[in-house]
């Protein structure tokens, strides 16, 4: 599971994920180049110095053939969530992280999997009986994609379910599509709709279609999307072949993500689970994806209305949109939803002297089937980068701060593993926790993408600044810096008006960052390299895919490892945290606006108070700038008593360390305990994933929801949340300051 | 030929025309709504009361019925120009005008005309050999699909070739295209290049393609442009079906239009011609147009790289670009470019106060195959307009000017009739004429659209408010704008920044009104009626067609005559005429900001004087304000005095005159003797075709050329040039009322 960077095509478009987060262009920031001479942010230039020796000597670690061999390892067979394949992936994992010299436990937690009892039936009925393929065919090139064991086409917490009905073609499952086809006159009612992946979360396209009274929802990979209008098929090319389709689950996460039964609380003996009908994170009708192989002969014979502008895909015929009664669908599905163990993986590297701060990096290991991409690449970079930090121990360094390093369980699912460590850690890191550092595909393509919160926006740049990009053997931030100018239109090139930094894209809803940012307030980053990766979700994400076209080198891989553990080491050594709330509160300015210009075409503009918001944001800003100042006299202290070893020194760190916890804290503060409306597991004010668009982040999610749904008091309420939360975390950074 | 309206698609295409303009969205003008009340613009109260009333009268007449016999007796054959059957045409127009009552005449030319000898042999050599079917399939239900009289596919000016060589696919085949091919090493020279319709005039294709060193080019219709991605395909909806190709002229026309021998004079006995090899109009390769069944064959074996961005259309696999030698393409045309006679059709009716002074209607009547949408129904319109004004003679009207009602021959080749007519009069037209006014292909569909000068926008939108939408009942001004609200995103529609006018475009290198416009400097307009056009320029552009897609009930074809009608009598009678020049300089004044954004982009922004263009317009704008002022006080002046009875009245229609002259006089000064940088021919210095993009008007032409170039001297040099058209424009208005 994971965003799938893709080329930047003429038409733009994504593939989902199982939460997914869309590209947000984000500000231009001063383009201050680091150097790699520059001091790093956060520390003395001694210890910078220091610091820079140590990464050197981290970097020299991991390698290619190291990762290759990993993920051969890791995708030889199947793994699905809660299988025996999937243990023993876990046991891989623990004990090479304790061959490297790490200690690395099991957590095992007893959730609600979903998988399928028998294979799902779809056949047309009518204007002609003829029953589906359902299944990705054998590939000679391609050794695993012939293993019985891959698990059959479905999606995770389908309903059961037999249903016969009219057939109706509803495009992406957006709102908007069911808007256009009312305009014709199509109702879903009673009907099994079919959608195409693309442009929400499936889990989204399946809600959308149970709210609009459908029956039954089937989704499919149209070719325009992802397939052969992206270019060359599977094994020829990198694209998804015909017989191919996209798994993954539909459960309704954005509602709470993690086991359906224990909502907020660990899935551990002695929780006690609330019943599968109260579960509001599950679907009530069935769900089946398929192949665009299949999907052309439902779609071929629809009639009714020739389908609306946006609607038309790239088979070829024209689309209509159906509903008519004599074109009928049958679909039966028999699904085990059970409760299953799951394990995560969990690797402990003690702090020195702020062993009670924690900084956590995850990848999940499970996978809808191999997994080569998603999500053993970033499994294998983890492993690379815990054979660096190994290393590191083995030559005496032991980081300031404690470092876990996770290998999440049953995240296609749901987040699960993630979710479910996370409630159980609560606590521990609402108080400890710096940042979260996610990885989830880390190798797809050659380019560099990330989603973060503000804060860690200049750590990136300058962290993707000294690691090598393999292909361009310039450094990351300038290869992902092209690769981003390249995707722009001519005329913004041409002016010189393309952003002069990188984008990072706003956290939405994509991997296991989820629990910890958007329920506990956690800092946090996800990053990967991206590229023509139309195997998602398949069969055919495998090793083979991998070294033939996703990373035949493994320099990708290995360069992840690097990368996420430079990041890594200056989080967890760095005397002062690099956390900004500068940027962070451009960013919400930036939110701010375009919502208020959103609300204005709506008329809506004047039923909540934006000014409270941006004048919150100025505080924020302000506080920023006086924390950063106060932190880097406090580092010039701390250099200087180092020169003259007088007695300042100790005062200067206890005082550092003041700062660095408010900086923790005012994140926290952007956390309001009662949560979003009508989802209150969701506790961040600035970040969540949309509740109907599925699109990436819905910033200021309650006020966005509010003017999507034209409620004003809803509005109002929620920019007053939005604003005190702010207020709050100025109110943090001040309190550190002052404390002092 | 024609601009085809399309529906709004999701992806945004323009099948190609003849020499076609593509929409340039216009700044919003006031949206000063006229009532049936209001005074005509130009006219006394009681002059307009009287013509309101004489207007009433005329709409009365046109019909849908007599439209559609028109229609079917135009339809009933093939009628490429210069054949027998487009004689009959030119009979059956000129006996329907006598027998409404006008004088009518025909016109001959004697000019070079483009014929399939034999019909062209298209094959595929290797990997296979296979030859293509080149023909449009007969449609049991449209009888006339089965003509033994249809004319093989061909391109009009085609060269005779024979060439075999391998293929490369160029996409649209625009310079930006083969620019993408040289980033993937791919060389189009001696080799056969197959571009898809659409984006660029079909003759830029050919130019293009030759100056980059191909031998052959062939040019199909892509299914993702015009067919099934469109929609349902004829005979079960308007859009291209699986056989059909576009037939149309190659001709360089961008470099000058009309009979390829003698440029700037007239086709008749006497005139000296230049040989072929000097004609810069005819392309020397050979160009075949071919159906997306027939494309499949061809680009489905095609190798070498994937396609770039852009470059994917919608048959069903991924498309790549070729230019392998394993696959090669064996192309045969035999020509018969020979000399030929054309039949224009003139009707004449005198003018009375002002018969020296000349309203010019056109369409073109000569079709590629039976040409029911392109262009006769716009001859059917014509005839009910005649129809219409020969009621009115029958009445006792006479116009204050002289009216030519022109049916135009030889229109498909290179806007042959209408040029030579325009060369044969053109000292007349220079002095005399008050406007030209175009209908090509007036109903295709229901959606209202025009291009004309900004002379004549205020008439256009005056004269569309009192003329009945047939399928909402609305104003067609109304049904106009409601229906390109539409088609704008939800964002503007909501913000109500949509503009509040209906966008009228330049007009670019389209129909008949080239010569007019841009060889001359008649003010012009040009019009008709869009929708799903999928039929263009092939067999099935039939009677049958339009009765069950087009246009079933005719309603739109009446609704043309009485809106074509309506503005020719309001300029034909109005005492003052409507011209602006306010809105002129507003239009250049935009064409200038483009201008430099693009050059800004380019770092060329210095390299001319831009002030200098915006101080003319700025010149013409006052200019025109006062002569606004003074025609108003006049018609002021001739109001009182036919009260009063004094004698103030005939000097007061003596200035009013003057006046209207210089408004004749300013668009005549916008163009220059010398012509354009390297086609000397055009001479408007505002509008132009472009000259390598194909694309609509190029505004501002040497200008835009040059900063194309990158070339600053001509830059300079044409901003000069243009800055003095506008200042010897505004001269003429001054003159005009100095002359007072």
Redesign the interface.
């Known amino acids: 599971m994971k965003t799938t960077w893709m ?5 733009l478009f994504l593939v989902n994920q199982l939460f997914f987060s869309a590209p947000v262009v984000t500000r231009a920031q001063d383009a201050t180049a680091t150097t790699q001479a520059a001091t790093l942010d956060g520390y003395t230039p001694d210890e910078s110095a220091a610091e820079r020796a140590l990464e050197d000597r981290f970097r020299a670690v991991p390698r290619a053939d190291g990762a290759r061999e990993h993920l051969r390892q890791l995708t030889k067979e199947a793994h699905l969530a809660g299988t025996p394949e999937d243990y023993q992936t876990a046991l891989y994992v623990r004990d090479r992280l304790r061959e490297y010299g790490l200690s690395a436990e099991l957590r095992e937690y007893q959730v609600l999997l979903p998988y399928p009892r028998t294979p799902t039936l779809l056949e047309l009925v009518a204007p002609r009986r003829e029953r589906l393929a359902l299944k990705e065919a054998a590939i000679p090139e391609d050794p695993t994609s012939s293993s019985p064991k891959i698990v059959p086409l479905y999606n995770g917490y389908s309903a059961t379910g037999d249903v016969t009905a009219p057939l109706v073609y509803v495009n992406y499952g957006l709102p908007a599509d069911y808007d256009a086809l009312k305009k014709l006159n199509v109702d879903v009612r009673g009907k099994i709709v079919i959608a195409r992946y693309g442009h929400s979360y499936r889990g989204v396209k399946a809600r959308v279609a149970e709210e609009n009274g459908a029956v039954g929802c089937i989704i499919y990979s149209d ?1 325009a999307d992802d397939g ?6 599977y094994p020829q ?1 990198p ?1 998804r072949p015909e017989t191919s389709a996209q798994r993954g689950s539909v459960q309704y996460g954005f509602i709470y993500p993690g086991d359906p039964l224990t909502p907020g609380t660990p899935a551990i003996p002695g929780t006690p689970r609330i019943s599968r009908e109260q579960a509001a994170s599950l679907p009530k009708l069935p769900v089946q994806p398929i192949s665009y192989g299949d999907a052309r002969r439902l779609l071929e014979p629809l009639r009714g209305p ?2 609306p ?4 895909g ?5 689309y209509h949109v159906g509903g008519t009664p004599d074109v009928r669908v049958h679909l039966k599905t028999d699904m085990d939803i059970r409760t299953a163990t799951i394990w995560d993986v969990i690797a402990r590297i003690e702090g020195d002297a702020e062993k009670d701060r924690w900084l956590v990096l995850g990848n999940h290991r499970d996978a809808w089937v191999f997994g080569a991409v998603d999500p053993n690449s970033g499994t294998a970079a983890l492993l690379e980068l815990a054979r660096g930090f190994g290393e590191l121990l083995k030559q005496g360094w032991k980081p300031r701060r404690t470092i876990y390093l996770c290998s999440w369980d049953a995240e296609e699912q749901g987040l699960i593993g993630s979710t479910e460590w996370a409630e159980e850690n609560a606590n521990d890191l609402k108080e400890k926790a710096v940042a979260y550092l996610n990885v989830d595909v880390a190798v797809a393509g050659p380019n560099y993408s990330a989603s973060s919160t503000p804060t860690l926006w200049r750590l990136i740049r300058a962290a993707t600044r000294d690691v090598r990009d393999p292909k361009t053997g310039k450094s990351v931030y300038q290869a992902w810096q092209e690769h981003e100018r390249e995707g722009q239109p001519e ?1 913004d090139t ?2 010189g008006t393309s952003p002069r930094e990188a984008r990072i894209d706003p956290l939405g809803f994509g991997s296991d960052y989820t629990a910890f940012l958007e329920h506990l307030g956690v800092t946090s980053l996800d990053m990967g390299f991206g590229g023509d990766y139309g195997v998602y979700h398949s069969a055919y994400d495998s090793f083979t895919w991998m070294s033939k076209f996703g990373d035949p080198s493994f320099a990708y891989h290995a360069a992840m490892a690097q990368l996420w553990g430079t990041i890594a080491l200056r989080l967890a050594d760095a005397p002062a945290l690099p956390h900004d709330y500068g940027d962070y509160a451009d960013q919400i300015r930036d939110f701010v606006n375009e919502t208020v ?1 959103t609300a ?3 008329k809506l503009a004047d039923s909540f108070d934006a000014k409270a918001i941006l004048d919150a944001a100025k505080e924020l800003s302000d506080e920023a700038a006086r924390t950063r100042a106060q932190r880097d006299e406090l580092l010039d202290t701390v250099a200087r008593s180092r020169v003259r070893a007088d007695d300042t020194h100790p005062r200067a760190v206890a005082r550092l360390r003041k700062l660095n916890d408010s900086l923790l804290a005012a994140e926290r503060a952007l956390t309001d305990p009662t949560g979003l409306r009508g989802r209150p597991w969701y506790q961040h004010q600035i970040y969540a994933p949309g509740f109907y668009t599925g699109y990436a982040a819905q910033p200021l999610p309650d006020l966005r929801q509010a003017i999507d749904d034209r409620n004003t008091a809803n509005a109002r309420e929620a920019a007053q949340r939005i604003a005190a939360a702010i207020r709050r975390a100025a109110q943090a950074l001040r309190d550190g300051r002052e404390s002092n």
């Open positions: 080329r930047a095509a003429a038409a070719p052969y209008m992206q270019g060359d098929v090319g694209w020739v389908r502008n946006g609607f038309q790239g088979l070829p015929f024209p005329a041409e002016a210009k204005q075409r709506r």
